[in-house]
């Protein structure tokens, strides 16, 4: 398990980190985005988006739950989940996360909503919102990403 942070100066900052992430990301991957409303979760996901290759700005998952992206418009298939208003870690198993991830990238904001140890093999990410206003932005990343991230 290799440990770090470093501080995200703004959305430019954060959305590098993202894109450095596309870089090393692959179908079966997940990825856990934690931190406040506001903290940068989505701005994160869309630098991943955007470094895959999506024209446009992702929407916020938020109301939709789970936003796919798919070959042509990005170069390996994502799901982009924001598990905010699941009220139960049960309803997580109705999203067929499981067997999505055979074939796609799992970007999951609110992961603590899916229940303690869901995917214990995630590179897990958190942000933070600085006194500042800048970001601080800390993570765990476990075996299945050494030589992967930090990058």
Do not use: C
Not at 42 to 70: C, K, N
Not at 104 to 111: C, F, G, S, Y
């Amino acid at each position: 398990m290799t440990r770090g942070e470093e501080r995200l100066a703004d959305v430019a900052a954060t959305s590098a980190v993202g894109a450095r992430l596309a870089a090393v990301l692959r179908p079966g991957d997940v990825v856990t985005l934690t931190g406040g409303l506001g903290a940068g979760k989505t701005s994160l996901a869309r630098g991943v988006l955007a470094a895959l290759g999506l024209a446009e700005e992702a929407p916020s998952p938020t109301f939709a739950i789970v936003q796919p992206y798919d070959p042509p418009e990005v170069r390996l298939p994502v799901l982009h989940i924001d598990l905010y208003r699941l009220d139960d870690a049960g309803e997580v198993d109705e999203l067929g996360l499981e067997e999505a991830r055979l074939d796609a990238a799992l970007l999951v904001e609110w992961p603590e909503r899916a229940g303690a140890g869901r995917w214990p093999d995630a590179l897990a990410l958190n942000i933070a919102v600085t006194p500042d206003g800048a970001r601080r932005l800390t993570w765990e990343a476990p075996d299945a990403w050494d030589g992967r991230w930090p990058r």
